[in-house]
């Protein structure tokens, strides 16, 4: 059907979908299925609510499903079991993720874009397999906060839809979110008394983090500001509930301070408990990462230095450090050919550090050269990881005694709120970005890492002198879930394999495809599936 002939709402999510890149043949049950909270506010609200709607749709082929604020698939009921076996075989399992980019128009991920009730008809689902059903979904809100806590769904084949399921449902909808007011009312009493058996001791800095409830005493306040926060949140975002952990912080103030921390049972807030930190402060940095660069006997030494890392990892900056006062130079291997035939006369002239930038892509009669020039002169090189090296560049690396290998802005999520601060206070900027835009920033994937990040926040400064920085105020395409899902061991190589082939391949899907092996609908589904869209 042309989307013409939809209904405005169902187009524009049509169009949302096929903007993303998806085709109505996609299969939703190749998604990468989470781990998921099976005892979340949420659903522990909806459990009860959810047990007697399935008593009422008994002998029925009508489902209940239900997602979270950030559209997983936390829990399903069916009215007889032929029907759950079909959503199975579909891919409509809790722990996948419902949003537009990956399963198209329907009633979980067009409510969740929406934030409003919608029914979704046959032939206006996107995805070609979902067209045999008819759905409802709606809303769930904290009455209170006003904030997003989920999706409720009921499902049933398209010649079984109802007039009468958008009453029923938004029954269902208002009990749930009547049983999280009464529940968020004992959770808040449950991390009070929590805060205040720990705060006994007015000395020991003690803080509770809840979805909207920070509790903390004066020692805490003293030691602690909200870029900390968003640093013990990260911190504590897989934490299980009960069990007590310990880690070492270090602070915006450039202090460091062994904290335990401990979910607290039956809510929603983390207990944290620090030693107050002995040692004083220290000047904050441009760059606050804690990596040691005593590049002193280098220079002196004048000993040849590979600097590798991601692109936007700061490889250039550290080229910079190591050179310190004496004379750089800067050779990029795309334009070596303008370069190579005069490297020697350059060696003979130049004093000070010579870094020859992507090595990778030096051509090999470029690399002879500057193999030849390096008893004559004092190199650094930047580029991927040695493992990703090969040919001429992999054998000007092996004679780099000294070596910088610099991680992806995704594995230092937790020095993220320092990174920002210290990149505003370059730009000049005295804007203040809230815990929760930071916890936001945290969950994004970071491809361009520290040069994407630099660029964000260049782009919200020029837009605002001043003020508080919320979620709202990033540019859309920053403004996803909070939900931070870390990647298992054999996940995070594969992110790790794809990435690289995508920046070897220049961002070409289809090239990249063939380099790895794999279709390139597979490619695109893992893309999405591992955050790399």
Request: aromatic fraction near 4%; hydrophobic fraction near 45%; include cysteine.
């Amino acid at each position: 059907m042309e989307n013409a002939a939809l209904r405005p709402e169902i187009a524009k999510s049509w169009r949302r979908a096929e903007l993303s890149g998806l085709r109505p043949d996609a299969a939703v049950d190749r998604l990468t299925v989470a781990d998921i909270d099976r005892r979340s506010r949420l659903v522990l609200a909806a459990e009860p609510v959810l047990d007697q709607a399935t008593r009422e749709l008994a002998d029925t082929a009508f489902s209940l499903i239900l997602a979270d604020r950030d559209a997983w698939i936390v829990d399903r009921r069916f009215g007889e079991h032929q029907l759950e076996s079909t959503l199975d075989r579909l891919g409509v399992v809790p722990g996948r993720r419902f949003t537009e980019e990956n399963t198209g128009t329907n009633s979980i991920a067009t409510v969740f874009e929406l934030r409003q009730g919608l029914a979704v008809h046959g032939h206006e689902h996107f995805i070609d397999s979902f067209k045999a059903f008819a759905c409802y979904g709606h809303p769930i809100t904290h009455p209170v906060t006003r904030r997003l806590e989920g999706v409720l769904d009921i499902t049933c084949p398209a010649d079984h839809a109802s007039p009468l399921l958008g009453p029923f449902l938004r029954r269902a909808v208002a009990d749930i979110e009547q049983r999280l007011l009464e529940g968020s009312r004992a959770a808040e009493q449950r991390m009070l008394a929590a805060y205040q058996a720990a705060a006994l001791n007015r000395l020991r800095p003690v803080l509770v983090l809840g979805d909207d409830v920070v509790l903390a005493n004066a020692a805490a306040t003293d030691l602690l500001d909200a870029a900390d926060h968003a640093v013990l949140r990260g911190l504590a975002m897989d934490a299980p509930f009960g069990v007590r952990q310990a880690r070492s912080v270090r602070l915006s103030s450039g202090r460091v301070a062994d904290v335990s921390f401990e979910r607290i049972t039956g809510a929603s807030g983390v207990l944290f408990e620090l030693e107050p930190p002995t040692v004083q402060a220290i000047p904050r940095r441009a760059n606050p990462r804690p990596v040691q660069r005593d590049f002193t006997t280098y220079r002196e030494q004048r000993t040849h230095v590979l600097i590798s890392g991601e692109p936007g990892t700061g490889r250039s900056t550290v080229a910079r450090e190591l050179a310190g006062e004496s004379a750089l130079a800067v050779l990029d291997a795309v334009d070596a050919q303008h370069w190579a035939p005069t490297l020697d006369q350059l060696v003979a002239s130049h004093t000070g550090l010579l870094v020859i930038e992507n090595i990778a892509l030096l051509p090999a009669d470029a690399a002879a050269r500057v193999g030849a020039a390096m008893d004559r002169g004092w190199f650094a090189f930047t580029g991927p990881p040695p493992s990703e090296l090969t040919g001429p560049a992999a054998d000007l690396a092996s004679r780099c005694i000294a070596r910088r290998e610099l991680a992806p802005l995704r594995s230092r999520r937790d020095e993220l709120p320092a990174l920002v601060a210290a990149m505003l206070a370059d730009l000049g900027s005295t804007l203040r970005f809230v815990p929760r835009t930071l916890e936001v920033l945290a969950a994004q994937p970071w491809p361009g890492n520290l040069r994407e990040l630099k660029a964000l926040l260049r782009h919200v400064a020029t837009g605002r002198a001043c003020g508080d920085v919320l979620p709202r105020d990033l540019p859309e395409a920053y403004q996803g879930s909070p939900r931070a899902r870390h990647l298992t061991p054999i996940e995070q190589l594969e992110h790790d394999a794809i990435a690289a082939a995508l920046r070897d391949c220049g961002g070409n899907k289809a090239h990249a495809a063939k380099q790895l092996g794999i279709s390139r609908s597979t490619l695109h589904r893992r893309v999405r599936s591992l955050g790399l869209s």
